[in-house]
């Protein structure tokens, strides 16, 4: 049985955050690293987080609802992506408060999930976003993308390169491929748990 996914809003401040206390994971990382490709795959519905080759695309949190058939509602959040140049300082700005505001106030937060590309080593902006999470005691688990554009016996010892590069525990990190689905159902499983402990938020 698939879930039922319903598209909330488009949250471009924080007094636009829903009211709604259900728990919610968010998904960060760089521009184009895949996180609305991922969410599209994770919930087998292509076409639902507008992905783009041109970085920068997503610029608001976006929510989606999910009702899955096993377990109580939750939100998964796309964040908009960071580190990406082109947009103007004053953009910028904007969504740098949103985000912060947002990983800072948000109770019914679960966890992050924060990806980074395979092809390439943690930037200064993946070690930030780490030490954030950490400042703020938001659990989360690191997942490398794009799999499927390295070779498939390098994804173990690259994971645990990004891993250790990061100091993060390795049983926190995940490999995905949104093209062939690679890492969908442990990062699907890993989901359920969090938002099942998170259900009292
Ligand atoms: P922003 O919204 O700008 O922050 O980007 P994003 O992180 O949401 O990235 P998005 O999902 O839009 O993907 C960016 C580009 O990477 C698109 O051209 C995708 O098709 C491509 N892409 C994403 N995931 C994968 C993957 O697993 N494999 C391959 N080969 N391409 C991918
Ligand atoms: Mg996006």
């Not at 796309?78 to 800072?104: S, T």
């Not at 070690?127 to 498939?152: E, N, Q, S």
Request: include cysteine; proline fraction near 7%; aromatic fraction near 8%.
């Amino acid at each position: 049985m698939t879930s039922k996914v319903e598209f909330v809003k488009s949250v471009v401040s924080p007094d636009q955050l829903p009211r709604e206390r259900l728990p919610e994971i968010a998904f960060a990382g760089r521009s184009n690293v895949g996180k609305s490709s991922l969410i599209n795959r994770l919930l087998a519905r292509p076409g639902l987080a507008r992905t783009s080759k041109t970085p920068g695309r997503t610029q608001a949190l976006n929510y989606f609802r999910i009702t899955p058939p096993d377990g109580p509602d939750f939100f998964l959040v796309d964040m908009p992506g960071f580190g990406f140049a082109k947009v103007n300082v004053q953009i910028r700005r904007r969504w740098e408060h949103l985000i912060e505001q947002y990983l800072q106030t948000r109770e019914t937060l679960c966890a992050v999930v924060h990806l980074v590309d395979l092809r390439h080593p943690p930037q200064p902006l993946d070690y930030a976003m780490v030490a954030w999470l950490r400042h703020y005691d938001i659990p989360f688990l690191i997942v490398g993308t794009k799999a499927d554009k390295i070779a498939r016996t390098k994804v173990p010892e690259t994971l645990l390169q990004i891993a250790e590069t990061l100091n993060v525990d390795s049983r926190d990190t995940i490999a995905f491929s949104s093209e062939t689905g690679a890492g969908r159902d442990e990062l699907w499983q890993w989901v359920m748990e969090t938002v099942s402990e998170g259900q009292n938020v």
